[in-house]
């Protein structure tokens, strides 16, 4: 299959790298060149623009970083709209607004294109191993025609719904997960002044009714002052800012959500915003 990926970040370096293993032709684009020559070298094909990408790929993956930078890759003159041949399918797997979502897969079926929203979760790690979580939105036959290539990226695929869904299904595990990163970084912060040796704290509640995916995943980073981003300080800030203007318009809240944003709008105050979403435990030490 001619595939397509626009964005060569964290995680979609990773992310592009199992599509060309799998035995897939590769076009790539991003605005920064540079970030493509791991790929290049094992095989990707370089283009120079959107449209010329566009044309030569069956299928479009963007992973990108923020709705705006969605909206201009989608609808600008040239963009991924104007420029793909009837019949492409078009996947955006940003962390973007529902709203936005809706807008591409209309105009997709206006064009003659399917189109799917598809955030993922798991980081870096889930990346790498090919092991993330894929939360997608559209038409079923759509979601089944690209099911294989879901499955060369993520382990845990499942479709909530018409367009917009995945980005929903994206928010609620963004809720959980400002959750989960304030109960480490408070739990080690504690832990810390009471004298407690930290890790062995770590290995213990870890494995208890306190046990989630940042225990074991992003606390030891923490402890091992590791705060390199497997995700940006500043795209969760963004993710936050997204989930609290839909429950906004569902006129409904979220206060638990809204302290963690006040805690990372203080760490980005801080200069951290091009950090991991562990060094939150900063604000601790």
């Known amino acids: 299959?001619?595939?397509g990926f626009v964005g060569i970040g964290v995680m979609g370096k990773s992310m592009a790298k199992h599509l060309l293993q799998a035995g897939h032709e590769v076009n790539v684009y991003t605005r920064t060149k540079e970030k493509a020559d791991e790929l290049l070298t094992i095989g990707a094909h370089w283009k120079s623009t959107l449209k010329e990408l566009a044309e030569s790929s069956e299928v479009i993956i963007t992973m990108i970083g923020y709705p705006k930078d969605v909206e201009d890759v989608y609808f600008k003159e040239n963009g991924l709209l104007q420029s793909a041949k009837s019949g492409t399918t078009l996947i955006d797997m940003t962390t973007s607004k529902p709203s936005l979502a809706e807008r591409i897969a209309k105009a997709s079926e206006e064009r003659g294109f399917s189109a799917l929203d598809a955030p993922v979760s798991g980081g870096d790690v889930g990346a790498?191993?090919?092991t993330l979580t894929i939360m997608v939105g559209g038409s079923e036959q759509a979601f089944q025609q690209m099911l294989p290539v879901f499955e060369l990226m993520g382990t845990n695929i499942q479709l909530h719904g018409p367009a917009g869904s995945g980005q929903h299904a994206k928010m609620c595990n963004q809720i959980a997960v400002a959750a989960s990163m304030i109960g480490a970084g408070e739990a080690l912060g504690y832990a810390k002044q009471a004298g407690l040796d930290q890790q062995k704290v770590l290995d213990?509640?870890?494995k208890g009714a306190g046990g989630s995916?940042?225990?074991?995943?992003?606390a030891p980073r923490m402890l091992n002052g590791d705060f390199e981003p497997g995700f940006y300080v500043k795209h969760f800030i963004k993710d936050m800012d997204?989930?609290?203007?839909?429950v906004e318009a569902m006129d409904k809240d979220l206060p638990g959500l809204a302290l963690v944003k006040s805690l990372y709008d203080e760490l980005a105050e801080k200069g951290e915003t091009d950090s991991g979403t562990q060094s939150i435990y900063k604000l601790w030490q």
């Open 242 to 246: 997204i989930a609290l203007e839909e």
């Open 128 to 130: 790498k191993n090919g």
């Open 1 to 3: 299959m001619q595939l």
């Open 213 to 218: 995916w940042t225990l074991n995943n992003l």
């Open 204 to 206: 213990t509640i870890s």
